[in-house]
C-alpha cells in the first residue's frame, strides 16, 4: 500500500443537492469517488495525488434505473450488478447485459458504477462501446440545472471529458429501439476474467429487407481501444449505409476500419494485432447478419 | 519395508493437518503478526541495469534521524547471500548490477512515512554498458562476470555423435525459446526480524528452507549457529520462489533489527515482489537430430543455454536439470548436450518448479513433433518407437532397474483423450471453421531428489519424537507451503507406529527444535524426508521393545506407556536417522555420468486446443495428465499437485508474459501479469499409475514439479495440429499467433477465409 | 488517532463495531489492523486477486477497493464470521473434505465469494461456479479442488444452512 490515507480527505455530504453545492462552491477542489474501483487501485499504487475526495456512495438520488416509454435512464450511480439483474436491460439493451458482466470481476461489479466508467474514460472502458452503438445520451447535472448532450460527444481526448468542473454525470439515457437491430458486442481481452480489453466492437445495424434487398439503414460501431478514447467509427459507417452485404462489402469495411483505427502499442497489446483484430471482429459480425438474413428470407420468402 | 503392504492412514484422503486453521482464517501468515513497538522496513532499489553508484543523497525534506539506514558498510560478516556460489551481494556496494538491486534499507515505526523516505533518496550512477539477453551475453563484451559471462557449463557426451550425421536419413534441426515466468505466489515475500547480543538474530517469515535462511545469516552476522534462529511463518505459497530469496530478505530485516534496535517486519507489496525477486530461468535450446528412417533416434546434438542473471544463485544446479532433462523419455545410442548459463544485468533467476526441466522438456518434446512431420510418421508413433523401457540406458548411461511404463501410461492417456478419433475428426472440420481445433502430446519424466550426489552432501538428519502429553512430533526442516508436507509426513508416523492419524503432528519449523533434513525443493519431500521419517518410525519402535518392553502388537495406550518408560531411563524419546543413499548408487559429476536420480516420475499429458482464427488467442479446452509417481501417498493432495501444476504450466505456455524495459519488469502489476483464471482453466483429468519405489516414504516418489513440466510442450504441439504452424516459443500470445499466421497471408484478408460466402440477399 | 477522523460504525459478523480512522483507509486494513481480524488478506492491492474479499451489505466486495468511510453503517461478514461457534460452514467442510485449500492464503477470500455464490444460487451449474470465483486468484490448486468442494457444498447443504450466514439484504 504505497498510499497514505492521511493524506487525503474524504466526505459523504449523503445527498446530491450537497455535493453539487460543494462542487459549485469549489469547483475543481473536490474529486468524486463513487465506488472507488479506480481511485482505490490509484491510491493504493501511491498515485492518487488529489487531496480531497467527495463519496457519491448511497446516493439514491444517482443509483435507479427508470424505465420510461421511449427510453431506458440509468443513473451514473448504477452498479454494474445492478444492470446485470434488471430484466429489461437484459431483454433490450443486451449489449449492456453483456458488458455489465466483463468488468472486472463479480467483486468489481457490485461496487464499479456506469458514471464511474465513463467518467474514468479509459479508451478500453468496458461500457463504452455498448453505449456508443446505442445511441446513449449522457445527462449532466450542476446546480445551474440539466444538461444533455450525445454520448459520442462526452469524451473529448484521453482521459477528458466534456464535464464543467462543478458537474456531475448524473444519468445516461439509452433510447428503446433497437429491438429489431442486428447486435454484435464481442471484446479481446488477455484472458475470459478479469482482463482489460485489448479491442472491443459493439455493432447495431438495422436491416432494411422489403423487397428482398438487405440494405443496410442504419449502422453504429463503438469501439475500445482503438483510439485516445471510445469512439464511434463514423467512416466504417458511412462506407457500409446503403449497402447490401456482400463479399465486396465486407472487404472495403475491413479497410476501411484499417485505416479509420488508431490503435498503439501499449503492455497489452500491439497497434497492428488490434487493428486486424478490429477487422476480423466487423468481419464477423457482418456474416452474422447476413446469414441471419439469408435464413430468415428462406423461410420467409 | 510395507510398499505393497495394505495401509490404513498411507493412501488415505485424510483431512489437511493444518486445514481447518486455513479455513476459518487462524492460520498467522508473516504479515498477520504484530509485535509491540515493531517497526517497518524499506529498501531503495536501482534504477538502471549496471553502474557505479556515484553517490548517495538523502533530501533534506525528510528528518533523517527518525529513521535507521543500513548499507553493505553495515554488515557485521559477510555481504553474500550463501547459496552455490557467494557472489551476490546482500546488499549492493559501490556497483549495481541489475534493476532492483537492494542498495540500501530502511527503517521506521510509520509505514507512510517510510515510503516517502524511500523517495527521497537519490542515487545518482555512472551508467555501464548492460548485457539483457543470452546472445547479448555470449558476445562476452561487455564481460559483466568472471572471465567470459559463463556462470557455470556443462558438456555430457555418449557414444560418438560426429559418426552418425553423414549417414543418417535424416537430420532435424529446430530452435526453441522460453520466456521468464513469476512464481505468483498469492502471499508476497515477507520477514520479521529480532536481534540482541544476548540472543544473536531471529527471523519469521514465509519461506522454504529454513537452513539456507540460517546459513546466509550466519555468514551475514558472523554468529555461531546456537545465536541464528529462523522460524517459518504460515507460508502462502512458493513454488520455489521462496528457496532463496527469503535468504536475502532475512539478512535485510536482520541488518534493520541490528541497527534499530527494533523488532521490523518487511513486507513486500506485489509491485515489489514482481519487480525485484526470482523468475524462472529464461532458455533457448537448438536441437539437432539424426533419425533413420523409421524415426529411430540416432544422434542428438543439443546447444542448451539459460539466462542466469546478474549473480550465479542457482543457476548452476538449474542448468544441471536441464542438461539431464534434455534428451526426453529416449533410448538414442549418442549424445552431446552443450550447456551454458549466461550472466545477464537482469534480477537473478532462480528456482521455480520443474528447475530447468520445463525448459528442456518443451524443447525436446516440441522437437519430436517436427521430426515427426519431417517423416511424415505419426508423432505418438514416434516416440513408441523410441521409449525408453526396463533394462535400457538413458542420456548418462543410467541402467533403467526399476520399470519403466510409458506404453501402458501413454495407451491409457490416449484412451480417455479419445486421441486418435480427435485428431481425425479436427482434420477433417478445421478447413471449414474459424476456430480450429487440435489435440497434442507431451511423453516426460522427472528425476526425484538432488542429482547425483546431492543427497548425500545434504546428509540430512530426520525423526520422530514424543512429547510427555502423548504427542507424536515429525522432526525435520521441511515445511508446509499448501503442497501437503504436514500431512504427507504424519501420516507416514502414524502409520509406521501404528497409531491414529490425529496422535501426530509436526514440530514448529523453527531451527532451534528441528534438524536439518534438507531443504523443501526438488521433489524430495516424500520420496527422501518420508522414507527418513518412516525408517525413524521403525526405529523407534525397535528402540521402545528394547528398553521399554514393548510388545509385538500394541494398542495405542501401550505404545505411549512404552514411550514414558522409555522417557523415565533415556531423559528423552527421540528417534532420529540419517539419509542412506539407495545400493549401486555411482555418479561421475565430471563426465556427468552414471546414475543421474536414484527415481523417476514418469508421464504423458495431452492438451486439446482450441484456436479462435478471429482473435488468434489460442485455448485449452480439456487436458489429461497420465503419470506414475511410485506410491501415491494422500490420493486428494497428489490430484491437488498435479491439476495446480498443470495449470501453472498452461499459464507458462499462453499467458504469462514478463514485458522487460531495459532490465526492469515494466509489467510488475497483476493487472498486466496474467494467470489463468477460474473461467480459463480447462477440466483436467489426472490419472495415476503406481509402482512403488522400495526407498521412498512407503514407496513413493517425487510429484511436485512433474506437473509442469508436460503442459506447454503438449499445448504448443495441439496449436500446430490446429493450425499447420510451427510456434517455437513461449509464452505464446494472440500478438504471436497473429504475427506468424498472417505472415503467410496477405495482409488485407483474414487468415482462414470465412467458412460460408455472404450471402447475397 | 486524529480526533478529527470520523467514528465509522459497521455490523462486522454480527456484531456491532466502531472505528475511529482517516476515511480513506482501505477497509482492508481496517479490519486487518484496527479491528485485527486478519484472516482477510492482501494479494495485490489492485482488485485482481480477490484474497481481500468480504460481504458488505449482501454483496461480495474486494476489500481492498473500498473506503473504510463507505462502510459505515455496512453489513459486513469476513470469513472469520462463516463458521457459526465451533461448526464449521458446509463450504468450510467441503473445502476440507475435497482438498479447496493448499497453502490457504486464497481461502478467505474463495470462501467469501463460493458463499456468496451459492447463497443466491443453491445450485449453480459449472458455468456460473467458474464465473461466480473468477475474481479469486489461487496458484496453488489449478481451481479443480475448489469447484469439486463447491458442489459438494451446494449439494449437501440444506437450504437452511444457508439462512445462517447474516446477510443485509
Known sequence: ?????????????????????????????????????????????????????????????????????????????????????????????????????????????????????????????????????????????????HRRIPYHEFHTGYKRNALALDELLYAVHLPRRFARHRQYLRKVGTRRAMAISKVALAATVLVDDRAGYGIINEVRLGAASLAAFPARLYQTENLLLGQRITRDTIAAAREAIVAEAQPIDDIRSTAEYRRRVAANLLEEFLLEVSREERSMKDTHP | MSTTATTRIVGAPVPRKEGVDKLVGRAQYVDDIERDGMWHGATVRSTIPRGIIRSVSFDPCIDWSEFTIVTAADVPGKNHIQLIVADQPCLAEGQVNHCDEAILLLAHPDKHKLLDAVRAVKIEYDPLPAVLSIEESEKQDPVILGEDNIIKSFLLEKGDVDS????????????????????????NNGMIAEWSAENGITVWGSLQCPYYVHKTLRAVFDLPDEKVRVIQTETGGAFGGKEDYPSTLGAHAGLLAMKSGHVVKMIYDRMEDLAATTKRHPSRVRHRTAVDKDGKLLAMEIDLATDGGAYSTLSSTVLSRATLHSCGPYVCPNIRVSSHAWATNTIPYGAFRGFGAPQAIFAIERHMDEIAAVLGIDPVELRRRNFLHDGDRNLTDQLMREPVILDQLLDHALAESDYFAKRERYARENAASAVKRGIGIAAFYHGSGFTGSGELYLNSLAGVDVTADGKVRVLVSNTEFGQGTNTILTQIAAEALNLDFSDVMMAPADTAHIPNSGPTVASRTSMVVGRLVERASLQLITMLREYAGLGEHPAREEFFAACERYRATHGKVESLCRYEAPPGIYWDDKKYHGEAYPAYAWAIYVAQVVVDTVTYSAEVEDFWAVQEVGRVLHPVLAKGQIEGGVAQGIGYALYEKVVWQNGHMANNQMTNYIMPTAADVPPIHVFFEEIPFRYGGYGAKGIGELPHDGPAPAILNAIRDATGVEFDTIPLLPEDLFTQLSALQAPAQRVHPPAVEPAVL | MSEHWPIIRMTLNGVDRSVQTPPMKRLLDVLREDLRLTGTKEGCGEGECGSCSVRMDGELVNSCLVPVLQAEGAVIQTVEGLAANDKLHPLQEAFLKCGGAQCGICTPGMLMAAAQLIERNPHPGMAEIREGLAGNLCRCTGFMRIFESVIAAAAEAPESAMERVPNAR
Open chain 1, 1 to 145: 500500500m504505497r498510499g497514505n490515507a492521511e493524506s487525503h480527505q474524504l466526505i459523504a455530504p449523503g445527498n446530491l443537492a450537497s455535493v453539487l453545492n460543494l462542487l459549485a462552491a469549489e469547483p475543481g477542489a473536490w474529486t468524486p469517488i463513487a465506488g472507488g474501483t479506480e481511485i482505490m487501485v490509484a491510491h493504493a499504487a501511491g498515485k492518487l495525488t488529489a487531496p480531497k475526495l467527495v463519496s457519491l456512495w448511497g446516493i439514491a438520488d444517482l443509483r435507479f434505473i427508470d424505465v420510461k416509454p421511449e427510453s431506458i435512464a440509468i443513473g451514473a450511480g448504477a452498479t454494474f450488478v445492478d444492470l446485470r439483474r434488471h430484466a429489461l436491460i437484459a431483454e433490450e439493451l443486451p449489449l449492456l447485459a453483456k458488458a455489465s458482466t466483463w468488468i472486472g470481476s463479480i467483486a468489481n461489479q457490485s461496487r464499479a458504477t456506469l458514471g464511474g466508467n465513463l467518467v474514468n474514460g479509459s479508451p478500453a472502458a468496458d461500457s463504452s462501446p455498448a453505449l456508443l452503438a446505442y445511441d446513449a445520451e449522457i445527462e449532466m447535472i450542476s446546480v445551474r440545472g
Open chain 2, 164 to 187: 552418425v550425421w553423414a549417414t543418417a536419413a535424416h537430420i532435424v534441426e529446430g530452435e526453441y525459446r522460453t520466456g521468464a515466468q513469476e512464481h505468483l505466489y498469492i502471499e
